[in-house]
């Protein structure tokens, strides 16, 4: 049912549709790409609560495919995006989510003795790979 029919002081503004009410609607057109820091710049209490956040999210969002870039001094897709459905097990199990803390604790050593201009990452770059190497059809997302 249209939210604007439901509460239309508090959604008569948003076009027919936008706001649904007991819908049924498919996900399977649908897709998200994680973005993940894993430069020094962040360190391993912000690391591990981006994948904190990444599966609250994919707890919520439903069953939909899910990819994965990480950025750090050479970024890279652990996670393609036709991989997976939405399964935060099989996502949790990634060799992204099980890296050892002493080889972070490590990078991170590694990265501070590093002149800051190598540590600067270039989330464009990054986005670009994604389309480049993520994306096996077009149609699934569309990056602007």
């Known amino acids: 049912m249209d939210g604007r029919i439901i509460d239309p002081e508090k959604y008569?503004?948003?076009?027919?549709?936008?706001?649904?009410?007991?819908?049924?609607?498919?996900?399977?057109?649908?897709?998200?790409v994680f973005v993940l820091d894993?430069?020094?710049?962040?360190?391993?209490?912000?690391?591990?609560?981006?994948?904190?956040?990444m599966l609250q999210l994919l707890d919520v969002?439903?069953?939909?495919k899910v990819g994965l870039v990480v950025i750090s001094r050479e970024s890279y897709?652990?996670?393609?995006?036709?991989d997976y459905k939405?399964?935060?097990?099989?996502?949790?199990?990634s060799i992204v989510f099980q890296t050892p803390r002493l080889i972070l604790e490590i990078r991170w050593k590694?990265?501070?003795?590093?002149?800051?201009v190598q540590v600067t990452?270039?989330?464009a770059r990054a986005l670009q790979g994604t389309r480049t190497r993520l994306l096996r059809s077009r149609q699934n997302l569309v990056l602007g």
């Open 121 to 123: 990452h270039k989330v």
């Open 86 to 93: 939405n399964n935060a097990d099989k996502i949790s199990s």
């Open 110 to 116: 590694v990265v501070q003795q590093m002149e800051m």
């Open 77 to 82: 897709v652990p996670i393609p995006l036709d």
């Open 38 to 53: 894993e430069s020094g710049t962040i360190g391993e209490k912000g690391w591990d609560a981006q994948k904190q956040l």
């Open 12 to 32: 008569g503004a948003y076009s027919e549709g936008a706001v649904c009410y007991n819908c049924q609607s498919s996900n399977s057109s649908r897709a998200v």
């Open 61 to 64: 969002i439903g069953d939909i």
